[in-house]
């Protein structure tokens, strides 16, 4: 009866513990993005509402300006992404087959050399070398800037899987398609995310560079306060590009939380 009566009493504080665990977990996810909102909504009712704008002011913050630049901004950071798993993804996974794993140090030198390059560099050897401006003159750089966490975890995704599992999915009659398919890749998922995580962060950071080369982004309110020493356009432009990096991070925390399999959550 005593033991009973232990074991009954220890079921109450693990489960007061769970729920505890959970609603820090919850904080956790809803902080982020409120402190973005924050951020976002703060400083535009400061330079709306309690600023006197003038003219010049007026032109580069207005409505129609600033969705046309976070708009920028986000379409560079989303085909960046794109661009990033469709490369990353497939190389991490056809480096970790036989017969072409001796190209993983190659790969792997390659996307060194993009994260250690400073991203600026990247931006305008591109254009000095193709000559011309605009949207994929700012994206390809970062793409190529943003690859190695991806194909990194790609890869340590991969090789971490059990080899017996690996062996009990060939015994079960699967071919080594259908293993990578059933078994390898979907155990990689949550490495890949993790990965998937930090290419957004440097992507959204380093597209505030892309106004270099004619592919806007909010970097050009930074740039034109700077220039102009126009305060307001600075700070609007600053604060903006901040609120959306926490939440393109706060987007990628969702779903290295939820698409992963069910079983690894």
């Known amino acids: 009866m005593t033991v009973i009566m232990e074991l009954e ?11 505890s665990s959970a609603a820090v977990e919850w904080a956790k996810l809803l902080i982020q993005p409120a402190v973005a ?10 330079a709306f509402g309690f600023t006197e704008l003038n003219d010049t002011q007026r032109e580069t913050l207005n409505a129609s300006e600033l969705t046309s630049r976070i708009g920028q901004h986000v379409a560079i950071t989303a085909v960046v992404t794109i661009i990033v798993l469709a490369v990353a993804v497939p190389l991490g996974i056809l480096v970790t087959r036989k017969g072409f794993r001796k190209l993983s140090p190659i790969l792997i030198g ?22 011309k401006t605009g949207f ?8 190529f800037y943003a690859l190695l966490p991806v194909l990194r975890n790609t890869m340590l995704g991969i090789e971490s899987v059990e080899p017996s599992l690996l062996d009990a999915g060939l015994g079960q009659g699967m071919t080594s398609m259908t293993v990578l398919r059933r078994v390898e ?6 490495f890949i995310l993790a990965g998937l995580r930090t290419s957004l962060v440097l992507a959204v950071g380093t ?9 806007g982004g909010l970097g050009v309110l930074i740039d034109t306060g700077y220039k102009l020493r126009d305060n307001p356009t600075l700070y609007v432009g600053a604060a903006l590009a901040v609120a959306l990096a926490l939440f393109i991070d706060w ?14 959550r």
């Not at 597209?207 to 592919?215: D, I, K, N, S, Y």
């Open 136 to 143: 994929w003159i700012g994206v390809l750089p970062i793409a």
């Open 110 to 131: 390659i996307g060194n050399i993009g994260q250690s390059s400073p991203a600026i560099g990247l931006l305008v050897l591109l254009f000095l070398w193709t000559g």
């Open 37 to 46: 909102l924050l951020l976002a909504a703060g400083v535009l009712i400061w």
């Open 251 to 264: 987007l990628g925390a969702l779903a290295e939380r939820y698409l992963g399999p069910k079983g690894l």
């Open 207 to 215: 597209a505030t560079l892309c106004f270099l080369v004619g592919a």
């Open 9 to 19: 009493g220890g079921a109450a504080p693990t489960q007061s513990y769970a729920k």
């Open 185 to 190: 890749f979907p155990l990689a998922v949550p």
